[in-house]
Nanobody, 126 residues
């Protein structure tokens, strides 16, 4: 089970750090991702990282502002979000894809991910 936390209300230009802890299961491999869904919109890819933390991939609209990371000892992944703007307002979901991929490929489609957290709401306001 994945449990996301850290969401809340933040002003434009502010920062938040989301966490996603896995319980009841230890992931010895896989890809760890973050997605977001704004009201009335589809679930969009935000970022993904491989199990070792050596390879990360970002959506173009967050690259340079968001940083994904994970702590394998704590079975937890993180999303550091800086320079937030109103378009970042959404429910953020963490997800895990159990598959291993060759090279630097990391999946960005929701269908690729096997486990999902319930989501945490991030609201960016002026």
């Amino acid at each position: 089970q994945l449990q996301a936390s850290g969401g809340g209300l933040v002003q434009i230009g502010g920062s938040l750090r989301l966490s996603c802890a896995a319980s009841g299961r230890t992931f010895g491999t896989g890809v760890f991702g973050w997605f977001r869904q704004a009201p009335g919109k589809e679930r969009d890819f935000v970022a993904a990282i491989n199990w070792s933390g050596t390879n990360a991939y970002y959506a173009k609209y967050v690259k340079g502002r968001f940083t994904i990371s994970r702590d394998s000892a704590k079975n937890t992944q993180y999303l550091q979000m800086n320079s937030l703007n109103s378009e970042d307002t959404a429910v953020y979901y963490c997800a895990v894809d159990r598959s291993s991929y060759s090279g630097t490929y990391l999946p960005s489609t929701p269908a690729a991910y096997d486990y999902w957290g319930r989501g945490t709401l991030v609201t960016v306001s002026s």
